[in-house]
Structure formats: structure tokens, C-alpha cells
């Protein structure tokens, strides 16, 4: 059974552009959650969706930053414009169903905004 | 989810237990007690689980106070692939399967591993 899955891996973009970064997960998973780590820091959630359905944002910037998970095909986080403070390790997880179970992690993707 | 307290970073030689603790005091009485723990350069990984009762699985095990407010987990016997930062976390029971799912992760306790 494949774990959950994340491309890129590393990602370097210029300052204005846009970032996609996606997450495949777990078979039979349909509940996604994004976290980014920023240099030197701990975790931080950023959004909580299902399939077609953003559960929860509250961790999400308000502006540039978008999740969709659509029907088909994996979760997608977009930044769009990028900025040097971007740059940071985003992490994705899944799991089986929402509120307490475990959640099972990507291996990330390093962006780096030059 | 509630507040953990754990101290920022332990020392173990390899092939020694390790007992990572873990305070929670003002845990409720439907918080679930979990472990990650995140490997250098990748993402966490769960390790455990409990709510009231001691449990073991095939990577450790989790020691739960009598009164919950602290619980420690342990390592039977470190190997160098320990090394990690480990994070306590609580989470809601009355929540299963609900809308609140994400982790609130503090800053853990950097794991090291002599040979």
C-alpha cells in the first residue's frame, strides 16, 4: 500500500511566481490536511479538506494561498506570487476520517523562493 | 486540543531504553494521548496512541499516569534511526471523525543517539 505521495519534492521559484505543489494520499483516504514547516520552526496546519470540500482554512494566509481536492486526482496547494518568506518545507498528511485518527505524512516539498 | 509540556531535547546511548515524558495537566477526560515523531528532512510518522491504559506496538510503548496529567514514551531499545524530534500531542475524543482534525504541534524534544 503506497503511502502518501508528494511532487515535486523541491520546488525553487522566483519572487511573483506561482507555486503548485501536489499531494496523492493514501489509498482509501479521502481527508488531506497541509502543514508548513518554516526554517527552524515547528508544524504549523494550514487547511483540512475532503474530497471537494475545504472542512477547515483557519490556518491558511489570507491572500495568495489556495487548497482545492478535487473529485479526481490529487489535492493541490497553490501559492500564487511567491515570496522569499514562502520558503519553507510543506507538508501534506491523510487519513481515514476526520477528528482523531491517526494521519499519515508525505515526505514534503522544499520550496525555495529566490 | 489541550497544552503539552515536554523538555526540549534528551541524550540516550544506542541499545538503551528511552523514556521521552510528556506533561499534560490540564488534559479532559476525552483527550487522546498521541506521539509523532519527524526523522531529519522528513515528515512525521505516528507512533502511538492511548487514552487511559498503558499500550504497546511494534515501535514503542506509552505509559500513561494514573491521573493523566503526564504520560512517557518509551523506546526499548534506541538505534541510531531514533533520532528524531518527538512531539506529544492531544487530541479531542469527542471529536473522532470530526471537523477539527489538524495536529497543533509544540516544539518536542529532540531525540539524540549515541553509538
Known amino acids: 500500500n503506497a503511502g502518501v505521495m508528494q511532487n515535486p519534492r523541491h520546488l525553487v521559484r522566483r519572487r511573483g511566481q506561482e507555486a503548485r505543489l501536489r499531494c496523492s494520499p493514501m489509498?482509501?483516504?479521502?481527508?488531506v490536511y497541509w502543514y508548513r514547516q518554516l526554517p527552524e520552526e515547528g508544524l504549523k496546519f494550514m487547511v483540512y479538506l475532503q474530497k471537494e470540500n475545504i472542512i477547515d482554512e483557519s490556518g491558511m494566509p489570507k491572500e495568495r494561498f489556495s487548497a482545492e481536492f478535487p473529485k479526481e486526482g490529487p489535492s493541490i496547494l497553490r501559492i500564487q506570487q511567491v515570496v522569499r518568506g514562502d520558503s519553507a518545507a510543506y507538508f501534506c498528511?491523510?487519513?481515514?476520517?476526520?477528528?482523531?485518527?491517526?494521519?499519515?505524512f508525505g515526505p514534503g516539498t522544499r520550496l525555495t523562493v529566490t | 486540543d489541550a497544552k503539552t509540556t515536554q523538555p526540549n531535547s534528551m541524550e540516550s546511548n544506542e541499545e538503551e531504553p528511552v523514556h521521552l515524558p510528556c506533561n499534560h495537566s490540564t488534559i479532559s477526560g476525552t483527550d487522546y494521548i498521541h506521539w509523532y515523531r519527524q526523522l531529519p528532512s522528513q515528515g512525521p510518522e505516528y507512533v502511538i496512541h492511548g487514552l487511559t491504559s498503558n499500550v504497546n506496538n511494534r515501535m514503542a510503548s506509552l505509559a500513561i499516569a494514573e491521573d493523566r496529567k503526564s504520560s512517557t514514551l518509551i523506546l526499548h531499545r534506541a538505534t541510531l534511526r531514533d533520532a528524531a524530534v518527538y512531539y506529544c500531542?492531544?487530541?479531542?475524543?469527542?471529536?473522532?471523525?470530526?471537523?477539527?482534525?489538524?495536529?497543533?504541534f509544540g516544539k518536542g524534544t529532540k531525540l539524540s543517539v549515541k553509538p
Open positions: 489509498k482509501g483516504h479521502s481527508h
Open positions: 500531542i492531544l487530541r479531542d475524543g469527542l471529536n473522532y471523525g470530526g471537523s477539527q482534525g489538524n495536529l497543533i
Open positions: 498528511a491523510s487519513s481515514p476520517g476526520g477528528g482523531g485518527y491517526e494521519q499519515y
